[in-house]
């Protein structure tokens, strides 16, 4: 019924019924493809009369496919076996050689599959598998598999073993005596008999990313098994007219491989012999646990080995050989090749700092930047501004709102764990960095934090607070409406930017609308409207003289402002000498006090524009009136 190797010497042959001693124990009986043979020695299990242990002459090879023939041995009543060909190998499963491929949480209402939870996993390597000792962990529910084989490229359906009947026609069926799916979500981990992490799934219902499917009755499948690690972008709500693909190819099966490196985040301090490292996703154990792939500057080292957070091992704790001193910056570099959980590697020489923080006092952290009407599908979000000279650790700090008692409420922790932020630094805090960062630019996604929970923030109006945990605020923000530019026809998708980070939090005048042309807010790095100035602007060409001949040289004209004032629309369009109008660049675009656009020496009907002098004249204006005009020359030449 089964073959398993389990050494390199050793292979365990099981059969459906008990066996006659003699036959059973006859070395003849048995052979073994690709080189191996005969074995030296067959013995029936002293205590299970259905099992037989072989000794080989010769090694097994890891990870190649064998195949054992059988005949001749006999039952209790002298039926002999038939010619019998069963394929093995002898191999010990790395990560993700089985992974969690499909997840019926919420079975009712049925479509058309019974009304059962399972779990399917599949089978990754050309290999089969016995699961046997390894352990399903649902939650806090370890149920542990018995002898079952889950054969290369194949699939195994894990459930309840009052839905074994109902599921077995569907494929291969491994049934607990005890069974239950979370509907909203729970972690799922399939672990090996050492306890060492195979496969894991963080299930949660936006998994489904479909708000009628994840209701009920339709299976979460995963989209690339390659790509086990990806979370919620890996996962969708099944789309085969049975609800879901219990023991087949997964409905929604497609490419979507990982092709990013991983990143070292940044460090926290534990306390001062301790730090924490965050990578950007999760991590191969074996490399981030080997404290050989760290060095630190300052006298200090790895002290013994790290401990990492499973199952993803996407943040990893490091103790120090001594003690950090105060008023020391430090660097931990990785100095070898580690890699995320499907192998592409993290940059040689990747570093972070940490070092032992400052209190943080009010004024030291400013709100700089508030989306409370985001676009949909992306949810809001707060940027503030380490504005001291301190280094400040957001363990404590939290985000909230205030009551109409103007008492903190939704008060919730920014950084439970620490984060440190340098001084000029910015971080975004948002409820969903991947919907954040696929919408809008940034120039340090890096800093761009998701939290478990923000406050709601009214779209229109509202207060945003950062205080400390035991409640002395540290900056407030009270916005409305009419601190958006009046000239926006719609303010959805549109955050307001503070244009001096010095000047008063609570200054309606301080703040502004993002401009337009860099997509309306900028997370994590330096506002549109930022301004530390009251008047004046200037536009600049580069260069005085350019050739669009594609040479690599001067190919393109650049046409770079900066202003002094916030919300200003610009209109920029470009005549030649004579007057004659040749394109527009700019046509009433909202534009922030400094930035740049490029003229590639084209007309408006996409010809290339003659070689000759030309004036780019741009008009500015602004909701309260002010207008200025700007006349500036350029020379477009070429060879003659």
């Keep these: 019924s089964s073959v398993e190797a389990t050494s390199i010497f050793m292979v365990d042959v099981s059969f459906d019924e008990f066996l006659d001693e003699t036959t059973a124990e006859t070395a003849s009986n048995y052979s073994i493809d690709g080189g191996i043979g005969t074995p030296s020695l067959a013995e029936l299990d002293p205590v299970d009369f259905t099992l037989v242990h072989l000794t080989l002459a010769n090694p097994l090879t890891d990870a190649q496919l064998y195949n054992l023939q059988v005949s001749g041995v006999e039952d209790l009543e002298g039926n002999a076996s038939v010619l019998d060909t069963i394929p093995f ?35 990754t390597t050309g290999l ?54 979370t509907n909203g979500g729970v972690d799922i981990v399939l672990l090996s008999p050492a306890g060492a992490v195979l496969s894991f799934a963080k299930f949660q219902d936006d998994w489904y990313q479909d708000n009628f499917k994840d209701e009920g ?57 301790t730090i924490r490292v965050w990578f950007s996703e999760p991590m191969d154990s074996a490399k981030v646990l080997n404290p050989f792939y760290y060095s630190i500057d300052n006298g200090i080292s790895v002290n013994g080995l790290p401990s990492g957070f499973a199952p993803e091992y996407q943040s990893v704790i490091i103790y120090l050989s001594q003690p950090i001193s105060g008023g020391t910056i430090y660097t931990l570099t990785g100095t070898d090749t580690m890699t995320d959980c499907v192998g592409n590697m993290l940059e040689l020489n990747s570093s972070v700092r940490f070092a032992i923080s400052d209190s943080i006092e009010e004024g030291d952290l400013v709100i700089n930047e508030i989306l409370s009407n985001p676009t949909e599908g992306v949810s809001d979000f707060v940027e503030i501004v380490n504005v001291s000279s301190k280094i400040l650790d957001l363990r404590f700090l939290t985000i909230a709102t205030l009551d109409d008692s103007l008492m903190l409420d939704g008060q919730s922790y920014i950084a439970p764990y620490g ?22 630019y940034s120039e340090a996604p890096n800093n761009v934090y ?56 609570n200054d309606e005048t301080n703040w502004h609308s993002a401009a337009s042309t860099v997509g309306f807010a900028t997370p994590a790095y330096l506002n549109s409207q930022y301004s530390d100035a009251e008047e004046g602007g200037e536009i600049i060409v580069s260069p005085d003289v350019f050739s669009p001949d594609n040479d690599g040289y001067n190919d393109v004209l650049n046409i770079s402002w900066t202003f002094d004032r916030p919300g200003l629309i610009c209109t920029m369009r470009v005549f030649d000498e004579r007057g004659r109008y040749v394109c527009k660049l700019l046509d009433s675009e909202s534009i922030g006090t400094e930035g740049v656009i490029t003229w590639d020496g084209k007309t408006e009907d996409g010809s290339k524009a003659a070689i000759g002098m030309y004036i780019i004249f741009t008009e500015i204006y602004s909701a309260d009136g002010y207008t200025k005009n700007f006349k500036s020359v350029a020379v477009l030449g070429g060879k003659m």
């Design 89 to 123: 190998a002898y191999y010990v499963p790395t990560a993700f050689d089985i992974v969690i491929n499909e997840i019926m949480a919420d079975p009712s209402p049925a479509v058309m599959l019974p009304e059962y939870e399972y779990i399917e996993l599949y089978n």
């Design 128 to 181: 089969p598998i016995n699961l046997e000792n390894y352990t399903l962990r649902i939650g806090t529910s370890d149920k542990a598999i018995g002898n079952i084989v889950i054969g290369a490229g194949d699939y195994l359906i894990l459930c309840d073993d009052g839905a074994e009947a109902d599921l077995a026609p569907y494929g291969d069926v491994y049934a607990f005596s005890s069974f239950s799916i």
């Design 217 to 273: 009755g339709w299976s979460v499948e995963q989209i690339d098994p390659f790509n086990p690690c990806a979370g919620k972008e890996n996962w969708r709500a099944s789309t085969d007219a049975k609800g879901g693909t219990p023991g087949q190819q997964n409905s929604v099966l497609s490419s979507n491989g990982d092709n990013l490196n991983p990143e070292l985040l940044r460090a926290s301090l534990v306390n001062d012999s």
């Design 419 to 440: 984060y440190l932020m340098f001084p000029g630094e910015y971080l975004v805090i948002t409820e969903d960095r991947t919907a954040l960062l696929n919408y809008y």
């Design 450 to 505: 998701e939290v478990g929970d923000l406050p709601s923030y009214n779209n229109d109006d509202g207060i945003v607070v950062i205080a400390m945990a035991a409640g002395n605020i540290i900056d407030e923000v009270e916005y409305n409406a009419d601190m958006h530019d009046p000239l926006l026809n719609t303010t959805d998708g549109v955050s307001l930017e503070r244009i001096n980070y010095l000047r008063p939090s």
